[in-house]
């Protein structure tokens, strides 16, 4: 997969990520594109564990919903994270 594509999944995944996921975040748009990419890669290193091809970085239609999961269980760990700072 190009870097431009990379660049373009990971800001709809992060987009989609933060639609889906209840509350306030507040992060711009740059943050929001490297949230969809590090939930790219945590979706594709999940999706990869039920896939036997040892394809990770290709552009399939279930890579998209797994890079929208993972950009949701960041999210929600950068949350839990904030949280617990706060609090402490």
Known sequence: ???I???VIGLIAGLIAR???PGR??????ATTLLGMVGSIVGGLIGSLFQRDGR???L????????VLGAI???LLVGAVGRRR???
Request: glycine share 10%; charged share 5%.
């Open 25 to 30: 975040q507040s992060m711009g748009l740059l």
């Open 73 to 75: 269980v960041v999210l």
């Open 86 to 88: 706060v609090h402490a």
């Open 5 to 7: 594509a990379f660049i």
């Open 19 to 21: 639609a889906i996921l």
């Open 56 to 58: 990770l970085f290709d």
């Open 60 to 67: 399939h239609a279930s890579g998209i919903l797994m890079s």
């Open 1 to 3: 997969m190009g870097i």
